[in-house]
C-alpha cells in the first residue's frame, strides 16, 4: 500500500522498511518504535500508526505521518505529522496530511479526523487550517481541530 500525491510518497511504517533505512538518513522516533511494536500484536494496526513521508524528487524521507490508532467507537482517529527542518514551510506538510485524511474517510468506520497542536505552534495552526480542520477547543495549551468526513 502507499499514498501518492504530486511530489510525495507515503508509506505505511513496516519493520522491513525500517530495515532500508540507515540512521543517518532519518531519525527513527520512539512513537515509531512503539508503533511498530503493537503491529506485531495487532496486524489490524496496519495503516492506523506511522507512515514515512517520502519527496518523490529525490526519493529521501522528509517526515512520519499516521494516526494515533484505529477509528475508535465514535468512528474518529487523531492525525499527527512531523517533517524535518529542512523540508518545513514548502506545503509538504499540508500534502501529506489532506492525502492521509482522504485515506482515513475511503474506511467505512472513519467519520471524523481530529488533531491537536500547541497553541503557538504556528505553521502546524496553518497546516490544520489549510485543511480546513475546525477548532473545536483548548485543553490546556492544546488546540483541538476536528474534520467531519462529508457524505
Given at each position: 500500500m502507499?499514498?501518492?500525491?504530486?511530489?510525495?510518497k507515503?508509506?505505511?511504517?513496516?519493520d522491513e522498511l525500517?530495515?532500508?533505512?540507515?540512521p543517518?538518513d532519518?531519525?527513527?522516533?520512539?512513537?515509531?518504535?512503539?508503533?511498530?511494536?503493537?503491529?506485531?500484536?495487532?496486524?489490524t494496526?496496519f495503516?492506523?500508526?506511522?507512515?514515512?513521508?517520502?519527496?518523490?524528487?529525490?526519493?529521501?524521507?522528509?517526515?512520519?505521518?499516521?494516526?494515533?490508532?484505529?477509528?475508535?467507537?465514535?468512528?474518529?482517529?487523531e492525525?499527527g505529522y512531523?517533517?524535518?527542518?529542512?523540508?518545513?514551510n514548502?506545503g509538504?506538510?499540508?500534502?501529506?496530511?489532506?492525502?492521509i485524511?482522504?485515506?482515513?474517510?475511503?474506511?467505512?468506520?472513519?467519520?471524523?479526523?481530529?488533531?491537536?497542536c500547541?497553541?503557538d505552534?504556528?505553521?502546524?495552526i496553518?497546516?490544520?487550517e489549510k485543511l480546513?480542520?475546525?477548532?473545536?477547543g483548548t485543553?490546556n495549551?492544546?488546540?483541538?481541530?476536528?474534520?467531519?468526513k462529508?457524505?
Amino acid at each position: 500500500m502507499e499514498l501518492q500525491t504530486e511530489r510525495l510518497k507515503i508509506v505505511p511504517c513496516t519493520d522491513e522498511l525500517l530495515s532500508t533505512i540507515s540512521p543517518e538518513d532519518y531519525k527513527i522516533g520512539p512513537h515509531i518504535k512503539m508503533f511498530l511494536e503493537k503491529l506485531k500484536e495487532d496486524s489490524t494496526q496496519f495503516g492506523w500508526g506511522v507512515w514515512l513521508v517520502i519527496n518523490k524528487e529525490n526519493n529521501t524521507i522528509i517526515g512520519d505521518i499516521g494516526f494515533k490508532g484505529k477509528p475508535n467507537s465514535e468512528n474518529t482517529v487523531e492525525v499527527g505529522y512531523g517533517i524535518i527542518p529542512s523540508a518545513q514551510n514548502k506545503g509538504y506538510a499540508t500534502e501529506a496530511v489532506n492525502e492521509i485524511i482522504n485515506w482515513a474517510f475511503t474506511n467505512d468506520h472513519v467519520d471524523k479526523v481530529v488533531a491537536e497542536c500547541l497553541h503557538d505552534n504556528i505553521p502546524s495552526i496553518k497546516v490544520l487550517e489549510k485543511l480546513k480542520m475546525n477548532k473545536i477547543g483548548t485543553v490546556n495549551d492544546m488546540l483541538k481541530w476536528e474534520l467531519k468526513k462529508v457524505r
